[in-house]
């Protein structure tokens, strides 16, 4: 049992002299994991089992079930004279310890979950449900750790001759400073090609880590993947200039909590001509389109009167939209106006935000609060993930809203029409 006395090896040993009996019981827990993900229509599931071992540690074991492999973490959590502690271990390619501090999870909840937990043991539950990969970055000649995931930044350090490292605090991806730019360019973009690369493959590795150099994969067989000598050529997200085309409508308002956290951006809501317009779309990196539409493109809703067209944004657009890869499409059959004009982004199809729309699409009987639920639940989710590349977003926003659609149906319906290319 791990007691207020014990130093960090000491931990190390503990912890250490636990986890063959933890694996046991990870492995017996995964075969429950995998038979719910089997019957999920992205075959993903994760679960969070709780146990306490012989040696009386208690113990998360976190299962995610993804495109048939299982990824594991084991976190054992304690209290001791310096408060809330959790220790997640990897495996492979080295057994190396994770050291959270209480102080961290306090960071997380305030600054990524805006404070809606109060237990710490419930924030670590939350954190490892969003994080099972981190994409780390040493700095050169020392032991500062700078990584990235999918939430935010993890600030600490590697503790020297042992494999231990301290994650002391977190913070937002829109609070890096310019000391930090270089780490976040490496760790980043190293996290976006496994996400792109190797997270989307049919086998998911065992462990995944960066390196100032670049990043490698390590599958269950021992074979390696390697991402050497990363270069970025993306800019950091907080340098993005985005703009937000958003017409003016109150049957829409649930959409402006999507872009409300998006740095460097201009919204757009009306009062534009089509010339300003234009110039507007050269001047920005990516461009964000969301209101009521068809397949010849955005309804300009009464708030563009200088606009002489019906859509605010259509066909003339198209080749200006062509040049960037990041564009976002909320709107009705917004996907036949991004394919037909082959364009990339993330994207809808028919999507229902209102209850005659539900009626229309085949739904009797939905009523104002379904409808409201999808709403604000998919702008919920989308906003916590909008500041990530397309592919990011479609992959945790159908995760997040395959939940809620399996008792909305006006969510089910919506979920069936998201997406990317």
Request: glycine content about 6%.
């Amino acid at each position: 049992m791990i007691t207020n006395t014990m130093n960090i090896k000491e931990i190390a040993y503990e912890v250490t002299s636990d986890l063959e009996a933890v694996k046991a019981f990870a492995e017996r827990k995964t075969k429950k994991v995998r038979r719910a993900a089997l019957k999920r229509r992205d075959k993903r599931y994760t679960y969070l089992f709780e146990l306490k071992t012989k040696k009386y540690n208690t113990w998360f074991v976190n299962v995610k079930y993804s495109k048939k492999n299982p990824v594991i973490n084991y976190i054992c959590h304690y209290v001791n004279n310096d408060g809330y502690n959790a220790v997640a271990v990897i495996l492979k390619p080295e057994l190396t310890f994770l050291h959270f501090s209480g102080h961290f999870f306090e960071r997380y909840n305030e600054r990524f979950l805006n404070g809606q937990l109060s237990s710490k043991k419930e924030i670590l539950k939350k954190y490892f449900e969003h994080n099972n990969h981190t994409s780390l970055t040493l700095k050169e000649g020392g032991n500062d750790i700078f990584g990235y995931n999918k939430d935010g930044i993890v600030l600490g350090y590697k503790v020297p001759d042992i494999n231990w490292r301290f994650y002391k605090t977190f913070i937002t991806k829109d609070m890096v400073h310019a000391g930090q730019q270089e780490a976040y360019n490496i760790t980043s973009t190293a996290f976006h090609k496994f996400w792109d690369e190797v997270h989307s493959q049919t086998e998911s590795p065992d462990y995944y880590y960066s390196t100032t150099s670049g990043s490698l994969a390590i599958y269950k067989d021992g074979r390696e993947q390697d991402f050497s000598s990363l270069k970025s050529n993306r800019k950091p997200y907080h340098n993005i200039r985005t703009l937000i085309i958003h017409p003016d409508d109150k049957t829409t308002k649930f959409l402006t909590g999507i872009y409300e956290n998006i740095p460097n951006k201009t919204v757009i809501t009306g009062g534009v001509n089509q010339e300003e317009l234009v110039q507007l779309i050269k001047e920005h990196d990516r461009v964000m389109m969301m209101g009521h539409g068809s397949p010849n493109g955005l309804f300009k809703a009464g708030s563009f009167p200088e606009v002489e067209e019906t859509f605010v944004i259509n066909k003339s657009h198209v080749a200006l939209l062509n040049e960037k890869e990041e564009n976002v499409f909320i709107w009705c059959n917004a996907d036949m106006f991004v394919n037909f004009y082959e364009l990339k982004g993330f994207y809808t199809g028919m999507f229902i935000s209102e209850v005659d729309e539900a009626y229309y699409c085949g739904l009797p009987g939905t009523t104002q609060d379904i409808v409201d639920e999808s709403n604000y639940g998919f702008t919920n989710i989308i906003k916590k993930h909008i500041n990530e590349n397309r592919n990011v977003i479609h992959e945790n926003v159908k995760k997040e809203y395959a939940e809620l659609s399996e008792s909305n149906p006006v969510a089910l319906y919506n979920y069936n029409r998201l997406y990317t290319n």
